[in-house]
């Protein structure tokens, strides 16, 4: 991007957020737009397909419609006919869909023989104006620009609302323990939060200025953004550095709270609620009322756990940086991973597909985006999670209006997440297949990586190594893999630091487990939960 639009986006954003955080919408207002976004679904998808993809030559969903044999009106007749859900999944059949490698770019999209080579930002909504970029966060290779745009916040804050409603947690003190600039998740959590009135009293970022060197940019756009609240009267929090370490600050924070207002809710990920919890514990805090609203890794039974056993509870949100909020926690979850998919939002469909070299088959969540102001234009774009999808009458706020899907055991297939820090697999694979061998000896095959939970319900990453390979210092190899993730984009440099501070990597001297399940074993694998199919 060039200076000159650089400067042009900032302006924007500078201008915007202005406007952005004066407009609060009450209760009613989100009803309201949610309800009519329900009633509007086909139409908004219809929209976008006209504008978005047959109104943009540039589109790369144009030769894939086209290899498919597909016009406009063909999409619109089947909408008409089947409905928004069986037209996806029929145009997935065709062919019609994007993996999730070919979405970052990393891979042309071949199909049917031919080939479409593809960058990253031929995703991006072409109708947008973005307000800012960030990174994004589960993002590897030449590091994924995501806007943030503050209308699409703008769009996104009814739904989170109604979800904090339904869970009573409207009003109630609330922190972030997230990640600062050029990670977007603190700051997009904070705006989507003040655009309901409920902005946080605390933030407490696990990365400091020193781990990652945030650039000036990122240091001024965070420092602009409190600024700004401060001058219209939205005392959004100064970022506090908070190590993984010092969770006991935060469970304090929490514990006193309860003692004035009965309530407190901490928005962060389910490993460092863990790690508050663990705190608690030890220092004999009560955190009856309590609760927890976690994302970006699958909350385990150990980690839920935990935070019961301190008198909380947890709450699972489902978040896409592409996307947004994809889903919130229902009230009367079927498992620690319940939540209501955000249907105005968003469309879900599953199709199977193999994972890459294994011999298992996973039902892959496909997404596609159905609001204007979506980042990206998504249409069956599939993710690396995948879970079960089903209509369920719950009795829950959330199912009355319309969200009757729930989308339950999300689990990835190719992420490997600890501490909060999402990290998709093929960084990692050249680190076990190039970097390691070429260092300490041996081939590809004497290297694996295993995702395991330890006995406090920690998640550690287990770098198998055969023992047959000479290695005086292991604590050299773990050195090697942070230097390596280091030298990658900015979420590898984001896992090198948490990781570093969690001690996440550990040796094991055994042989590799070449099950069908090959060189990334994610947690749920090494389980071998039962979910996938050989
Ligand atoms: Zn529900």
Redesign the pocket.
Known sequence: MSILADLKMYTRFAWGLRGFLRQTITLEEARAIVRRRMAERETNFLRLVEKGIFGYPRSPYLPLLKLAQVELGDIQNMVRDKGLEDTLRALREAGVYVTFEEFKGREPIVRHGQVIPVQARDFDNPYLKPHYYARSGGTTGAGTRVPIDLDHLTAQAPNLMLAHHAHGLLGVPKAIWLSILPNSSGVNVTLRLARFGQVPKKWFSPVVASDLRPSLRSRLATKYIVAMGRLVGVPIPQPEPLSLDQAGVLARWMANTLKTHGSCLLITQPSKALRLCIAAREEGLDLTGAAFLVGGEPPTPAKAQAMTEVGARGLPGYWLTEVGAVGLG???PADLNDV?LFKDCVALIQYAREVPGSGITVDAFHFTTLLPTAPKLMLNVESDDYGVIETRS?G?P??SYGFTEHVRHIRSFRKLSGEGVTLVGSEMLHILEEVLPARFGGSPLDYQLLEEEDEQGFTRLSLLINPKIDIENEGEVIEAVLEALGQGSVAAGMARAIWTQARTLCVKRIEPVWTAQGKLMPLHMAKSSGEPRP
Do not use: D, P
């Open positions: 229902c009230v009367h209501h719950c829950c959330l199912e």
